[in-house]
């Protein structure tokens, strides 16, 4: 059954079709060199919301937990 997140579900497809994307942005975003807009369309979403929608749906982490977590590992 599709988890529903707002207005869109997360079908095992869609789930498949969008996890490399989401980790290509996830480390981009971790490496801290890019702004969010500018890895969302490299990595193929139409704006930075549409990609925080995406990853909060498939990853259940935000843009902002994520980046969190990268400035936690380098301390």
């Given at each position: 059954?599709?988890?529903?997140?707002?207005?869109?579900?997360?079908t095992p497809?869609?789930?498949?079709?969008?996890?490399p994307?989401?980790?290509?942005a996830r480390?981009l975003?971790?490496?801290?060199?890019q702004?969010?807009?500018d890895i969302?369309?490299?990595?193929?979403?139409?704006?930075s919301?549409?990609?925080?929608?995406n990853m909060?749906?498939v990853?259940s982490s935000?843009?902002a937990?994520i980046?969190?977590?990268s400035?936690?590992?380098l301390r």
């Amino acid at each position: 059954m599709p988890r529903d997140c707002g207005c869109l579900a997360v079908t095992p497809v869609h789930r498949y079709v969008m996890e490399p994307c989401l980790q290509r942005a996830r480390q981009l975003m971790m490496e801290g060199k890019q702004s969010m807009t500018d890895i969302a369309l490299e990595t193929g979403f139409i704006h930075s919301s549409h990609l925080a929608r995406n990853m909060r749906c498939v990853l259940s982490s935000s843009p902002a937990q994520i980046c969190g977590m990268s400035c936690h590992r380098l301390r």
